[in-house]
């Protein structure tokens, strides 16, 4: 127990560690100031959106501090989506409403979606956001300004992630605790290394003479996970991509409940953490850092182990927990419960490499192709 305890202890480490260096970094980059010339197209892939798209047009189009045109690519709704976004158009002529063509063959939905806007965009920034993120009216210039500040051709950050339900509150906050508590974001800076790269899907700006020249949304037409492929490619090219904090420049919520939750994530899990060799090695850094420390205080209480070693790694995994979700600004009510959001998370990850696979199971707004490999 005192060897299994001090593994936990070390393990639980590593992203406090991590956690620290990023949130200091995050805080210390200079927002630098985007030309006067610089106008910024918010694109949006929108398939039966129309629960959602009122609000995400209100917010785009009260941006503040920059020019900017919006564009809404229909992608084939067959709810009401085309015609609220004809009825806004009607009164701002900064809004477009565009077609998608017919989803070829080896493309999925939203990277056809975002490579249509993308094509017919004129800024000299593109900000691709989901139909369910609101802008802040700082925004797009915000992140103008963090591009220019970083010399990035790509620039992304995680919005404030809404969540309504505990299915919601159990999931969702794995998306900041990953990309904070595990990716080393001083040495991204540094070095250009694809494997460093990350963004998050729902919240992507791009230096568009650069996005052309590396293919677009074409570079990654198969993948399900924008967020981890098209910075990747950019990095390929040679072109430098950055994180901002981004809590305070939008909001996004995903999803209404568990149930959903599962299924997006389960989704892109195959491009994430659920290959044969990245999960095993997952599973050994989250659970035995987050999970295991508290299975051990149990085992201290009831008299099976050392109680010092656990508890401090209990504290640490639960202190790095906090200081991210407060940072992002994330519900706090969920801090007490990460030991059961880490073990959900690896459940849907081994879910997701085990379960039979068949031709055609990804999705994407009701669509089924197959998923990138």
Known sequence: MTVLAALALALALLPAALALANLGALRRRATGAPAPDGLVSILIPARNEAANIRPTLAAALASTGIPIEVIVADDHSTDGTAAIVAEFAAH????????VPPLPAGWTGKNHACHVLGEVATGRHLLFIDADV????HGAVSLAAAAAAAGAALVSGVPRQVTGTWGERLTVPMINFLLLGYLPIPLMRRLQDP?????CGQLVMVE??????????????????????????????????????????????????FSQAWA????????????????????LLLGGGHVLPLLLVIAALLGAGPLPLAG??????????????????????????????????????????LRPRRAGVATWKGRTYPAAQ
């Open 195 to 199: 494997a460093l790269g990350a963004a």
């Open 264 to 283: 997006g994530f389960s989704k892109n899990a195959h491009e994430g953490l659920a290959t044969p060799r990245a999960l095993p090695v997952w599973t």
């Open 208 to 257: 568009a003479e650069s996005y052309r020249r590396i293919g677009g949304h074409g570079a990654i037409r198969g993948s399900l996970h924008d967020g981890v492929r098209l910075p990747r490619v950019f990095r390929r090219a040679g072109l430098t991509t950055d994180l901002v904090a981004a809590s305070s420049l939008a909001t996004c919520r995903m999803y209404t409940d």
């Open 92 to 99: 701002d002529p900064r809004l477009r409403l565009i077609a």
């Open 134 to 137: 609101r802008l802040a009216p």
């Open 312 to 353: 401090a790694a209990l504290a640490l995994s639960l202190g790095t927990r906090a200081a991210i979700t407060l940072a992002t600004s994330e519900d706090p009510w969920t801090i007490p419960l990460h030991p059961l959001t880490v073990a959900l998370a690896l459940a849907l990850q081994w879910n997701a490499l």
